[in-house]
């Protein structure tokens, strides 16, 4: 019951971060914004389709807890590992390269870094049978292990999106580029091998979180 109760609050959480996130994003966006473009242009980003699928989630799983129904697990490790995903490129990558300060500023504040650490959080407190009802089997909170390799489809489609767009049209001049990131900007074969390094780092983050979610549902039985 105390996990459940925590769980739904991080969920509220979650929501209220995508929500406030996607305001700022839309609607006050100032001159010296990094990463972050006009209006539904924002949806090329995987920061914000990543936040974005994770607040619908989010969504889901409250409806899910307020009908007694069990938790949404595969989608919400989906989620997880994305934002997880989005969180370390800033801190390791993004961050360094274009300054800490100007990757949690505004909405990135939100999207680089509270939702993310949340619904991390939020995924190792969940379970398939998170209920009111007492009928929890703590059988069936195993995380198949399968699951984790499915966290960087998400990765990869949108590696190979991005990457085709610069093959057919081209990187492009500041600020039009097409390489928003960056990750090609020593070379297409650096580029390969920093999205080959992004699948691993996701695939890396997914057996975290199914390695914590395993350790505290065998400190709650």
């Known amino acids: 019951m105390r996990f459940q109760k925590l769980a739904f609050l991080l969920n509220v959480l979650i929501v209220i971060f995508a929500v406030t996130g996607t305001i700022l994003m839309l609607f006050f966006r100032d001159g010296d914004q990094l990463l972050q473009s006009s209006g539904i ?47 370390l490129t800033i801190a390791a990558f993004l961050g360094p390269m274009y300054g800490m300060l100007k990757m949690y500023h505004n909405a990135n504040l939100f999207f680089h870094l509270l939702l993310p650490l949340t ?9 398939f049978s998170d209920r009111d009802d007492g009928k929890t089997d703590p059988s069936e909170n195993a995380i198949p292990f399968r699951w984790t390799f499915y966290t960087m489809i998400p990765v990869l489609l949108y590696g190979a999106g991005y990457l085709g767009n610069i093959l057919i049209n081209g990187t492009g ?49």
């Open 119 to 127: 619904a991390m959080d939020e995924f190792v407190m969940s379970d």
């Open 41 to 87: 242009a924002n949806l090329k980003y995987f920061t914000v389709l990543s936040n974005e699928f994770c607040g619908i989630i989010a969504v889901y799983s409250l409806i899910c807890r307020l009908r007694g129904k069990p938790q949404p697990m595969f989608a919400k490790l989906l989620a997880a590992a994305a934002v997880g995903l989005t969180f």
């Open 173 to 221: 001049v500041w600020p039009d580029t097409n390489d928003f990131y960056g990750f090609v900007n020593w070379g297409l074969p650096v580029g390969l091998l920093i999205f080959a390094f992004l699948l691993a780092a996701t695939w890396g983050i997914a057996c975290a979180l199914r390695a914590l979610h395993r350790q505290i549902r065998k400190e709650v039985k």
